[in-house]
């Protein structure tokens, strides 16, 4: 029995939805954390699938896998006790030939799967070649309140000369939780300091790690999709229990985006396809942790012409918003402001004054539909009064047919059409029978 394909039109859409983010991501750098329980559960090959496509699209990928249930189960096989200090591992000599064997066959695993190939596969055609080598050079952490962690590590310093020339050649990196120094030493790493090391040097443009949670919930237990440092400083600085592993990498997201990672990511490792679902949606499906908010109100130029109609053409189509042809956005691109969202046309409105009656028309005021509960609408039109006020304007109107409750929520009146301004009134579209509403600046 064959699955059901996708509505034609439901597919086209889609595909054109993601276009923005695959012109985006090309030549990107991108560093994936993800622990070792992803391969002991078998979840790997759905996620060599997403590895597969974003090498395809010209993404710069950085792999760097744990190995923790791995190295347990060797411990547990020599029957070496695993010893931690402040949630540390303790590395002793033992302990430090397990950890080699365990992260070794783990990376043959990985690399293993990278390599599949099989027709009428997601992988079909695949040309990964995966990079490996002494990129991450290590020290020791030392002694911490009197106990020695032996071959336990930090990293000092990622070879970013080399990483670079890797990628360049179409190779993805995968990085082990094991580092290396210059006196022939190896120690153990933990994948996070691996991780988020690396972004920091490459100024990589993504950090992304797979997680146990879904991301980072709120006090009320709803999924928080973004937070500012200063936001995600907040959360950890405060009384409520976290997840072990909030705890343990939002920290790390929050290091990455204050040393010019732009965006790190915290996904679930159990969702399939969640790495595609983060990065290839407007809303993701996870949290995304980024230095300040992504949010930016702007003038528009006439660059932003071809944006706003994009904006705007479903909405006229339906007879929401009156008809704009280009000629005319393109002359009254002035009385434009934008609204971005990670560098993204999301939102829009026009300001037209009428100075002798002390009046403005608040028009074309527009959001993309997947924004819409998110308060933009009322940031432009904080942003238009704002403006009207500057130009010692007393009042604010709009007409519409369509979003009436929406207005008066926000203090606008209902008012006879005479009350518009003479020059308005002369161009009113009595077929149309838009209702006016206005507001008072005073």
Known sequence: MTAM??????FVNWFRSVAPYINAFRGKTFVVAFGGEVVADGKFVELTHDFNLLAALGIRLVLVHGARPQIEQRLAQEKIEGRYHHGIRLTDAETMLCVKEAVGRVRLEIEALLSVGLANSPMANADIRVAGGNFITAQPIGVINGIDLMHTGCVRKVDV???????????????????????????????EDVATATAVALDADKLIFLTDTDGVHGKDGKLLQELTVVEANK?????????????????????????????????????????????FSDDGIGTMVVESTLNTLRDATIEDVGGILQLLQPLEAEGILVRRSRELLEREIGRFVLLEHDHRIVGCAALYPFADEKAAELACLAIQPGYRRHGYGDALLKHIATRAKTMKLQKLFVLTTRTAHWFIERGFKEVDVEQLPAQKKTLYNYQRRSKVFVLSLK
């Open 5 to 10: 394909p996708l509505q034609s039109a439901d």
């Open 235 to 279: 959360v950890l600085a405060g009384k409520r229990k976290l997840p072990d592993d909030v705890s343990l990498f939002l920290p790390c997201a929050v290091r990455a985006c204050e040393a010019g990672v732009a965006r790190t990511h915290l996904v679930s490792r159990h969702t399939d396809g969640a790495l595609l679902q983060e990065l």
């Open 161 to 191: 000369a080399a990483l670079r020339d890797r990628m360049e050649f179409g190779e993805v990196v995968l990085l082990s939780p094991l580092g290396y120094s210059p006196t022939g030493e190896v120690f153990n790493l933990t994948l």
